[in-house]
Protein backbone atom coordinates (compact mmCIF):
# COMPACT_ATOMS: atom_id res chain seq x y z
CA UNK A 1 0.00 0.00 0.00
CA UNK A 2 1.31 2.99 -1.05
CA UNK A 3 2.35 6.19 1.45
CA UNK A 4 -0.85 8.68 0.13
CA UNK A 5 -3.37 5.62 0.53
CA UNK A 6 -2.16 4.64 3.91
CA UNK A 7 -2.09 8.60 5.28
CA UNK A 8 -5.89 8.44 3.94
CA UNK A 9 -7.42 5.45 5.83
CA UNK A 10 -9.20 6.67 8.41
CA UNK A 11 -9.20 5.60 12.34
CA UNK A 12 -12.00 3.72 12.09
CA UNK A 13 -13.15 1.45 15.45
CA UNK A 14 -14.88 -1.99 14.73
CA UNK A 15 -16.25 -3.88 18.24
CA UNK A 16 -14.23 -6.85 19.09
CA UNK A 17 -15.37 -10.35 17.33
CA UNK A 18 -14.29 -13.34 18.85
CA UNK A 19 -12.79 -15.87 16.55
CA UNK A 20 -13.71 -19.29 17.93
CA UNK A 21 -12.03 -22.99 16.03
CA UNK A 22 -13.63 -25.87 16.80
CA UNK A 23 -10.33 -27.79 15.27
CA UNK A 24 -9.13 -30.14 18.32
CA UNK A 25 -5.33 -29.05 19.46
CA UNK A 26 -4.40 -32.55 20.08
CA UNK A 27 -0.63 -32.19 21.07
CA UNK A 28 -1.81 -28.69 23.14
CA UNK A 29 1.02 -26.43 21.11
CA UNK A 30 1.47 -23.14 20.38
CA UNK A 31 -1.05 -22.16 17.50
CA UNK A 32 -1.60 -19.26 15.03
CA UNK A 33 -4.60 -18.17 12.63
CA UNK A 34 -3.83 -20.60 9.63
CA UNK A 35 -4.09 -23.34 12.41
CA UNK A 36 -7.58 -22.37 12.95
CA UNK A 37 -7.44 -24.63 16.59
CA UNK A 38 -8.36 -24.32 19.85
CA UNK A 39 -6.12 -22.85 22.32
CA UNK A 40 -3.60 -24.49 24.25
CA UNK A 41 -4.73 -24.82 28.12
CA UNK A 42 -2.03 -25.26 30.21
CA UNK A 43 -2.51 -26.08 34.39
CA UNK A 44 0.22 -25.87 36.66
CA UNK A 45 1.17 -25.74 40.28
CA UNK A 46 -1.40 -27.99 41.45
CA UNK A 47 -4.56 -27.18 39.79
CA UNK A 48 -7.62 -29.59 40.50
CA UNK A 49 -9.69 -30.63 37.59
CA UNK A 50 -12.59 -29.28 40.08
CA UNK A 51 -10.88 -25.75 40.49
CA UNK A 52 -9.71 -25.64 36.90
CA UNK A 53 -13.85 -26.51 36.04
CA UNK A 54 -14.86 -23.86 37.84
CA UNK A 55 -12.97 -21.24 36.26
CA UNK A 56 -13.48 -22.37 33.02
CA UNK A 57 -17.41 -22.17 34.12
CA UNK A 58 -16.54 -18.50 33.64
CA UNK A 59 -15.46 -18.36 30.20
CA UNK A 60 -18.11 -15.95 28.67
CA UNK A 61 -17.24 -13.77 31.88
CA UNK A 62 -13.75 -13.42 30.74
CA UNK A 63 -14.23 -13.14 27.13
CA UNK A 64 -16.41 -10.24 27.66
CA UNK A 65 -13.61 -8.64 30.01
CA UNK A 66 -11.59 -9.41 26.99
CA UNK A 67 -13.46 -7.92 24.71
CA UNK A 68 -14.11 -4.93 27.04
CA UNK A 69 -10.07 -4.18 27.14
CA UNK A 70 -9.77 -4.45 23.52
CA UNK A 71 -12.44 -2.53 22.86
CA UNK A 72 -11.06 0.60 25.65
CA UNK A 73 -7.18 0.18 24.50
CA UNK A 74 -6.81 -0.80 21.50
CA UNK A 75 -10.47 -0.55 19.13
CA UNK A 76 -12.31 3.09 20.43
CA UNK A 77 -11.80 5.57 17.90
CA UNK A 78 -12.24 8.42 20.45
CA UNK A 79 -9.43 6.75 22.60
CA UNK A 80 -6.43 9.25 22.72
CA UNK A 81 -3.95 6.78 23.97
CA UNK A 82 -4.12 4.80 19.76
CA UNK A 83 -1.70 5.99 18.01
CA UNK A 84 -2.33 6.13 14.11
CA UNK A 85 1.21 7.42 12.90
CA UNK A 86 2.97 6.15 10.13
CA UNK A 87 4.98 2.87 11.94
CA UNK A 88 3.32 3.22 15.19
CA UNK A 89 1.80 0.01 16.92
CA UNK A 90 -0.59 -1.14 16.97
CA UNK A 91 -2.07 1.05 14.15
CA UNK A 92 -6.32 1.38 14.54
CA UNK A 93 -6.34 1.33 11.38
CA UNK A 94 -5.02 -2.37 10.73
CA UNK A 95 -6.88 -3.97 13.06
CA UNK A 96 -9.81 -6.38 12.06
CA UNK A 97 -11.36 -6.39 15.46
CA UNK A 98 -10.88 -10.38 14.91
CA UNK A 99 -9.13 -12.12 17.97
CA UNK A 100 -9.02 -15.44 19.54
CA UNK A 101 -7.16 -17.20 22.06
CA UNK A 102 -4.29 -18.98 21.29
CA UNK A 103 -3.03 -20.19 25.06
CA UNK A 104 -5.11 -20.12 28.42
CA UNK A 105 -3.10 -20.75 31.80
CA UNK A 106 -4.41 -21.63 35.22
CA UNK A 107 -1.73 -21.95 37.97
CA UNK A 108 -1.38 -20.62 41.78
CA UNK A 109 0.39 -17.46 42.69
CA UNK A 110 1.74 -17.29 45.99
CA UNK A 111 2.07 -13.23 47.93
CA UNK A 112 3.08 -12.55 50.60
CA UNK A 113 1.48 -8.62 52.27
CA UNK A 114 3.85 -6.59 49.95
CA UNK A 115 2.57 -8.12 47.04
CA UNK A 116 5.47 -9.94 46.35
CA UNK A 117 5.54 -13.38 43.99
CA UNK A 118 6.87 -16.51 45.30
CA UNK A 119 7.14 -20.07 43.91
CA UNK A 120 7.17 -23.42 45.72
CA UNK A 121 10.90 -24.67 45.71
CA UNK A 122 12.39 -27.41 47.54
CA UNK A 123 9.65 -27.76 49.73
CA UNK A 124 9.49 -23.74 50.88
CA UNK A 125 8.16 -20.58 48.99
CA UNK A 126 10.92 -18.69 46.99
CA UNK A 127 11.15 -15.20 45.94
CA UNK A 128 13.61 -14.61 43.60
CA UNK A 129 14.74 -10.82 43.22
CA UNK A 130 17.97 -8.87 41.65
CA UNK A 131 19.49 -6.66 43.91
CA UNK A 132 21.16 -4.87 41.26
CA UNK A 133 24.60 -6.83 41.12
CA UNK A 134 23.24 -10.74 41.69
CA UNK A 135 20.05 -12.73 41.74
CA UNK A 136 18.70 -13.54 45.33
CA UNK A 137 16.27 -15.85 46.49
CA UNK A 138 14.47 -15.50 49.60
CA UNK A 139 12.88 -18.54 51.46
CA UNK A 140 9.96 -19.35 53.72
CA UNK A 141 8.48 -22.45 55.08
CA UNK A 142 4.89 -23.63 53.62
CA UNK A 143 3.01 -22.51 56.13
CA UNK A 144 4.18 -19.50 56.72
CA UNK A 145 1.15 -16.62 57.84
CA UNK A 146 2.88 -14.13 55.70
CA UNK A 147 1.80 -16.04 52.24
CA UNK A 148 -1.65 -16.19 50.65
CA UNK A 149 -2.51 -18.38 47.57
CA UNK A 150 -4.24 -16.52 44.30
CA UNK A 151 -5.81 -18.40 41.41
CA UNK A 152 -3.70 -17.09 38.27
CA UNK A 153 -5.85 -16.85 34.88
CA UNK A 154 -3.49 -15.87 32.17
CA UNK A 155 -4.82 -15.34 28.69
CA UNK A 156 -2.82 -15.03 25.65
CA UNK A 157 -4.97 -13.26 22.58
CA UNK A 158 -4.35 -12.81 18.96
CA UNK A 159 -5.39 -9.89 17.10
CA UNK A 160 -5.83 -10.30 13.70
CA UNK A 161 -4.96 -7.29 11.18
CA UNK A 162 -5.39 -6.39 7.52
CA UNK A 163 -2.19 -4.58 6.64
CA UNK A 164 -1.18 -6.49 2.89
CA UNK A 165 -4.94 -6.77 2.18
CA UNK A 166 -5.58 -10.43 3.89
CA UNK A 167 -6.56 -11.57 7.94
CA UNK A 168 -3.47 -12.73 9.30
CA UNK A 169 -1.98 -12.44 13.14
CA UNK A 170 -0.94 -8.82 13.58
CA UNK A 171 -0.81 -8.11 17.49
CA UNK A 172 -0.68 -10.65 20.83
CA UNK A 173 -2.19 -9.46 23.72
CA UNK A 174 -1.42 -10.99 27.22
CA UNK A 175 -4.30 -10.49 30.03
CA UNK A 176 -3.64 -11.45 33.32
CA UNK A 177 -6.22 -12.05 36.60
CA UNK A 178 -5.75 -13.19 39.92
CA UNK A 179 -8.44 -14.26 42.47
CA UNK A 180 -8.44 -15.11 46.10
CA UNK A 181 -11.66 -17.49 45.44
CA UNK A 182 -12.62 -19.40 42.71
CA UNK A 183 -16.27 -17.43 42.50
CA UNK A 184 -14.27 -13.65 43.44
CA UNK A 185 -14.74 -10.99 40.73
CA UNK A 186 -12.32 -11.44 37.66
CA UNK A 187 -10.25 -8.28 36.74
CA UNK A 188 -8.10 -9.03 33.67
CA UNK A 189 -5.11 -6.13 33.74
CA UNK A 190 -3.21 -6.14 31.00
CA UNK A 191 0.45 -7.67 30.99
CA UNK A 192 2.01 -7.13 27.90
CA UNK A 193 1.00 -6.80 23.96
CA UNK A 194 3.57 -7.49 20.95
CA UNK A 195 4.20 -8.12 17.37
CA UNK A 196 3.18 -11.57 16.08
Wanted: charged share 35%; aromatic share 14%; with cysteine.
Amino acid sequence: MGFFKRFQRKKEGVRPHLLVFERENTENTYITLEDRMKPRVKLDDGITQEEYQALAARREEMIRLAEEILWRNYLDPESDDLMSEEGAFPDIRYLTGNYYVGDESYQYIYRDSRGFAYHIKDGRFRYKHHNGKEWVEDFLPLDSPEITRYYQILWGLRCTGNEDGEEQDYMGLDLEAELLALDAPIEFEILSHDVI
